[in-house]
């Protein structure tokens, strides 16, 4: 029996995807101030690095 791969994304991207969604339905302005790291992290349950990863990845693309 053959098992199909399972595919999972990354948590530092995860939490980039949604910073970006929210940039485009417009809860962030585009060029303005994102929250505090600290408060990205509580909101989103995750840890402050993992939100400066993402932030970091969203600065290189």
Not at 7 to 25: H, S
Not at 32 to 47: C, D, F, I, T, Y
Request: glycine share 8%; aromatic share 4%; hydrophobic share 45%.
């Amino acid at each position: 029996m053959t098992l199909p791969v399972i595919k999972t994304e990354r948590l530092y991207r995860q939490i980039a995807n949604v910073i970006m969604a929210g940039i485009t339905r417009g809860d962030f302005v585009a060029g303005g101030l994102l929250p505090p790291e600290r408060e990205l992290a509580k909101q989103l349950g995750v840890s402050r690095s993992s939100v400066r990863e993402a932030l970091i990845a969203l600065e290189m693309t």
